[in-house]
C-alpha cells in the first residue's frame, strides 16, 4: 500500500509521517509448499536454502539409493534451528547399473551422499554384490549396506558418515548370498535386508530391508512437489508416515524391495525415496527436506 501520510490538508500542524508497509517473511529454496500452519522446502536437486530470520527446523536428508541390490540411501532425521546464512544443500543421485562384466571398480555403483551444509549429512547406499563379474563379492558399505552374491558373499554394514556431523547409524546391513550365485538383499534405512535361501527360484533371492519413516512427511503433502513421470510410483511407496531408504531386492531370482522405494527383482529404486535398486536396478535418488512454522 502507499505511505499513509498525517497533518493538515495544507501542510500546517503536525509534521508529515509515512508509514513502513509491514515486512512479508519469506524463505528460499527447493519447492515450497504450504500446508496449514507449515511451511515445506523440498530439494530434489543441489540448491541453497536462506532465511531472512532464524528457524526452529524439522529437516530430512536421505542419500542416493546403490544399484543392483543396493542398500537405501542414509536417512537423517532431526531437529535444529538454523541461522540467517545460507545453506548449501546437496542432493545425491542413485547409484548407477552398468551391467554385469563392468570392470569398474567396487564402490562405484554406490548412491552419492545428501546434505545440508554444516547440520547433516547422509552417505549414498552400498551398492550389492551382484553388480560385479565375479560368481562371489561382497556388498559395498554405504547408508545402507549392499546385499552379497554368490556363495560366502557378505552383505556390507552401514558406513560412517565421512564429515564429522552426523552420527555413523545411517541404516541396516545388507544380506548374505548363497550358491547360485544368489544375492541378498540389501539394506534399508530402516533395518537389514534378509539373507538369500538355497532352493529354487524364486524364494531364493533376499528381500531388501525396510526404509525409515519421518511421520511429518505424508506423501500427499509433498506430492505435489515430484515430478509427475515419478509421483504415480513414489505416492504408495512413500505413503502417509513417510517412508524413505527401503533396500533393493537380491536378484532375477525374485525378492521384494523394502518399503521406502526398494527395488523389486529387478526394478530400479524410486528415485526421490534413496530406494535401492534391484539386481539389475538403478538406485533412486535421494531427497532433502526441510519444514517449519510459517512465521
Do not use: E, L, P, Q
Given at each position: 500500500m502507499s505511505p499513509i501520510f498525517t497533518g493538515s490538508k495544507f501542510g500546517f500542524g503536525l509534521g508529515a509521517a509515512a508509514v513502513a508497509e509491514p515486512t512479508v517473511f519469506s524463505a528460499s529454496g527447493g519447492?515450497?509448499?504450504?500446508?496449514?500452519?507449515?511451511?515445506?522446502?523440498?530439494f530434489l536437486t543441489p540448491d541453497t536454502f536462506s532465511s531472512p530470520q532464524p528457524l526452529s527446523v524439522n529437516y530430512l536428508v536421505v542419500g542416493g539409493g546403490?544399484?543392483?541390490?543396493?542398500?537405501g540411501g542414509g536417512f537423517r532425521n532431526n531437529t535444529t534451528t538454523l541461522g540467517t546464512s545460507p545453506y548449501g544443500i546437496t542432493v545425491g543421485t542413485g547409484g548407477n547399473y552398468a551391467g554385469a562384466g563392468n570392470p569398474t571398480a567396487p564402490g562405484a555403483y554406490n548412491g552419492g551422499p545428501s546434505g545440508i551444509a554444516g547440520v547433516a549429512f547422509a552417505t549414498g547406499g552400498g551398492s550389492g554384490g551382484g553388480t560385479y563379474p565375479?560368481?562371489?563379492?561382497n556388498g559395498q558399505p554405504g547408508g545402507s549396506g549392499g546385499g552379497g552374491c554368490g556363495p560366502g558373499g557378505s552383505g556390507a554394514a552401514s558406513a560412517p558418515s565421512p564429515d564429522g556431523v552426523s552420527p555413523t547409524s545411517q541404516g541396516g546391513a545388507g544380506g548374505n548370498g548363497v550358491p547360485g550365485p544368489r544375492v541378498g538383499g540389501g539394506g534399508g534405512a530402516g533395518g537389514p535386508g534378509t539373507n538369500a535361501t538355497p532352493g529354487p527360484s524364486p524364494q531364493s533371492s533376499g528381500?531388501?530391508?525396510p526404509g525409515a519413516p519421518a511421520s511429518w512427511v505424508p506423501a500427499p503433502i509433498i506430492a505435489p512437489a515430484i515430478p509427475a513421470p515419478v509421483r504415480p510410483a513414489w505416492i504408495p511407496e512413500v505413503g502417509p508416515?513417510?517412508?524413505f531408504g527401503g533396500g533393493g531386492a537380491g536378484g532375477t531370482e525374485g525378492g521384494t524391495g523394502g518399503i521406502g522405494g526398494g527395488g523389486d527383482g529387478i526394478s530400479p529404486g524410486v528415485d526421490?525415496?534413496?530406494?535401492g535398486g534391484g539386481a539389475t536396478?538403478?538406485?533412486?535418488d535421494g531427497i532433502v527436506i526441510i519444514r517449519y512454522l510459517t512465521p
Open positions: 519447492t515450497k509448499i504450504v500446508d496449514g500452519s507449515y511451511t515445506y522446502h523440498v546403490g544399484a543392483s541390490a543396493g542398500g565375479i560368481i562371489t563379492s528381500d531388501g530391508g508416515t513417510g517412508y526421490f525415496t534413496g530406494g536396478g538403478n538406485g533412486g
